[in-house]
């Protein structure tokens, strides 16, 4: 069974930095995806950023050039440095993960950014 436990979130003032762990446990194998979503109160869950198999990274208009993901391959754990964070960052942040075996999520981590 494929757990991913989060950990990183909290309160920072606008402009500061929080990094985001999630580390994967279990049989894993042919992973596709490994990256993070949000959820802010009222609104759907959002792709954040992702790595794909083979070094590609996709991150969410609003992020790019703020945050970055990256992937401790010998951990199985992959992190999102974010900085320069702004109010509207304010979410919950979810891990995700996509392999042949199926679609696994984190239990996800708060961030609140204050103005």
């Known amino acids: 069974q494929v757990q991913l436990v989060e950990s990183g979130g909290g309160l920072v003032q606008a402009g500061g930095s929080l990094r985001l762990s999630c580390a994967a446990s279990g049989t894993i194998s042919n992973i596709n995806t490994m990256g993070w979503y949000r959820q802010a109160p009222g609104k759907q869950r959002e792709l954040v950023a992702r790595?794909?198999?083979?070094?590609?990274?996709n991150y969410e208009d609003s992020v790019r050039g703020r945050f970055t993901v990256f992937r401790d391959n010998a951990k199985d754990t992959v992190y999102l440095q974010m900085d320069s964070l702004k109010p509207e960052d304010t979410a919950i942040y979810y891990c995700n993960l996509r392999a042949y075996s199926g679609v696994y999520w984190g239990q996800g981590t708060q961030v609140t950014v204050s103005s």
């Open positions: 790595l794909i198999s083979g070094g590609t990274t």
